[in-house]
């Protein structure tokens, strides 16, 4: 009998209009055939929850930030704002994420996590997009540990590819390492993943933007 392989828990859809963030990803994401990938808007995408790569103040006022605005009303600004405010005091630093229901049908909800402190900032010699992708993975979990089975799919755009100016390139390998510390490490809460990413990727963050490969940390039972 030949055992059938087993479906992920969580369906993670990764979408982007650029098709050179696409390209990529599939580079990027070819050892992981559980991701699926796609050219073309993340408001096309029929998931749970869509993860908003944001500022620390939660202002939705341009990029990917601005279209989920228009699409889903001016009332979830409003709503990752308030969150941002009760339980982070107003700021939300990079390597956190909030998730608000959006109001919505499709999605149900969505993740806020800053890829940058200030709205239209380089973020090109950082790690903030690993950070941003672990931290929205965090608030899945984290939901549906409060509601189980709320949040059973979720797509992201290229985090900080467009107004953070990280290349593809760049973007993809992050992306990917910040998903495979989140599957690899159990998080106590957004400290402790923090200073987990930064001590794991601490080379990483030192090295020239164009040498910046995939790293896979060690691994470590949830």
Request: hydrophobic fraction near 40%; proline fraction near 6%; glycine fraction near 6%.
């Amino acid at each position: 009998m030949i055992d059938e392989p087993v479906k992920p828990l969580l369906k993670v859809v990764l979408a982007d209009i650029n098709a050179e963030v696409v390209q990529a990803w599939r580079a990027a994401f070819a050892d992981t055939p559980e991701i699926e990938i796609y050219q073309g808007s993340i408001l096309d995408q029929q998931v749970d929850a869509w993860v908003n790569p944001t500022n620390s103040r939660g202002r939705m006022d341009g990029g990917v930030d601005a279209a989920i605005k228009r699409y889903l009303g001016a009332g979830i600004q409003l709503r990752v704002q308030r969150a941002i405010r009760d339980r982070f005091d107003g700021s939300l630093p990079v390597g956190s994420a909030v998730c608000v229901p959006s109001g919505a049908v499709n999605p149900k909800y969505l993740i806020s996590t800053p890829t940058m402190e200030q709205s239209a900032q380089n973020v090109s010699e950082t790690l903030n997009v690993a950070l941003a992708c672990a931290a929205a993975f965090q608030a899945v979990h984290a939901q549906n540990d409060e509601e189980p089975g709320s949040i059973k799919s979720v797509a992201l755009v290229g985090m900080g590819a467009a107004t953070g100016r990280v290349p593809a390139r760049v973007c993809a390998n992050l992306m990917w390492t910040g998903y495979t510390l989140f599957n690899d490490h159990h998080f106590r809460d957004y400290d402790d993943l923090r200073s987990t990413i930064r001590e794991q990727l601490d080379d990483l963050e030192s090295s020239p933007v164009e040498q910046r490969v995939r790293i896979r940390p060690p691994r470590s039972r949830r």
